[in-house]
């Protein structure tokens, strides 16, 4: 029996879900295909219905999960609120999320995962690691603008490229903390990212 878009959507998204947390627990190399279609409930044959191989399920994932998973928590440095509370609110959501929101952890432990090297990717993904590196940057851009205009308001000697990339090494990190325990991570209130609120803004 031929299935309709609806079932061939919800099994894609079973199949990107399953395979997001088994590339984070497993690490991409070491993940299986037969444990995606395993976690999803499904059979490997409908897994290759939807995905040529590991490379294209791996990109599809990263994709979907991009925009569905971290685009809100960036969003907020977006909104029309005052400087000082997009970024409380951007630093409190996103030790929230690392805490509570399992996906959100799972996508950030994949991405910062470096336990593999070119030649240990899947055929056809030679440049997951320059990918990374490209996504990395993109968020570094984004901090950048957000620091200068910090500078631009207040007058501070302009060095958005440092406070930046200072941020982004705190958003690295704790996502590195909550890869491994999410316990170790600062509280997820005005209080937990104070110092690193009073750092930017100072």
Not at 15 to 28: N, Y
Not at 91 to 97: A, E, K, M
Not at 157 to 165: G, L, M, Q
Request: hydrophobic share 50%; proline share 5%.
């Amino acid at each position: 029996m031929r299935k309709t878009a609806e079932e061939a959507a919800q099994t894609r998204a079973a199949l990107l879900e399953a395979a997001l947390f088994v590339f984070a627990e497993q690490g991409l190399a070491s993940a299986r295909l037969a444990d995606v279609a395993q976690r999803a409930g499904l059979t490997r044959g409908a897994l290759y219905y939807h995905f040529a191989d590991k490379s294209a399920l791996y990109a599809a994932v990263m994709e979907h999960s991009w925009a569905t998973v971290t685009e809100p928590v960036w969003g907020i440095l977006g909104s029309g609120e005052p400087l000082e509370e997009r970024l409380r609110t951007f630093l409190t959501t996103w030790l929230h999320r690392l805490r509570h929101d399992a996906r959100f952890r799972a996508l950030l432990t994949l991405t910062l995962d470096s336990s593999y090297d070119a030649a240990a990717l899947p055929a056809g993904l030679p440049g997951g690691r320059a990918a990374k590196a490209s996504g990395l940057a993109d968020w570094q851009r984004r901090l950048e603008a957000l620091c200068g205009e910090h500078a631009a308001a207040t007058g501070a000697p302009a060095t958005p490229a440092s406070a930046a990339a200072n941020l982004l090494a705190w958003l690295c990190g704790t996502a590195l903390l909550a890869a491994t325990d999410p316990a170790l991570l600062p509280p997820d209130d005005a209080d937990g990212v104070a110092p690193v609120l009073r750092g930017l803004l100072s």
